[in-house]
């Protein structure tokens, strides 16, 4: 993901072409023993939407190269509803940038902040190497900002795998 600039030659879908929204009803056996969301729980959910999300846009297989922390800014409970919306930020050659926003909905369809990660998803061929994935056409300011401060995000990546993390 070291690309800058969308290329436009290779430019095939929109952000709204791969967007998927999911909705879970949180259960007693999603609850750790503080009597909420289980994080290993959330955190599969996010990484099932980000795999919608990238084999919608690559139109194949792509598997989880990355994701950045999890911070759980409130606390989801039982019979709470837990929407994820996932999308499309980034592409390079074969891997893809994909934001995944999780809110706890309330009864009137209130929706509340409760994490945002980061994935990196990679393209993979029925041998399971990389491959090419289309370009990002981008529609909106605020694509056109996601796009820019991924180039940011990419090089803390790099940054942390290179110390080790």
Same mark, same amino acid.
């Given at each position: ?45 996010? &990484?099932? $939407? ?6 919608? %846009?690559? !139109? ?6 990355? /994701? =950045? +922390? ?9 019979? &709470?509803? $837990? ?6 930020? %980034?592409? !390079? ?6 934001? /995944? =926003? +999780? ?29 090419? /994935? ?32």
């Amino acid at each position: 993901m070291t690309e800058t600039t969308p290329d436009v030659e290779r430019a095939e879908h929109t952000v709204a072409h791969s967007e998927t929204w999911q909705s879970y009803l949180v259960m007693q056996g999603h609850i750790n023993g503080y009597g909420r969301l289980f994080g290993g729980m959330l955190m599969s959910w996010i &990484d099932q $939407v980000a795999g919608i999300v990238a084999r919608r %846009h690559a !139109g194949c297989e792509a598997t989880t190269a990355a /994701v =950045d +922390s999890l911070v759980f800014h409130a606390p989801i409970l039982v019979n &709470d509803i $837990v929407v994820l919306r996932g999308r499309v930020t %980034h592409v !390079g050659k074969s891997s893809m940038e994909v934001r /995944v =926003d +999780s809110f706890r909905e309330e009864a009137d369809g209130t929706r509340h902040l409760v994490n945002r990660a980061y994935l990196v998803m990679v393209a993979i061929d029925s041998t399971g190497k990389s491959r090419p /994935v289309p370009g990002l056409r981008l529609e909106t300011e605020q694509e056109r900002m996601e796009w820019e401060t991924a180039a940011r995000r990419d090089l803390l990546r790099r940054e942390r795998r290179a110390e080790g993390y």
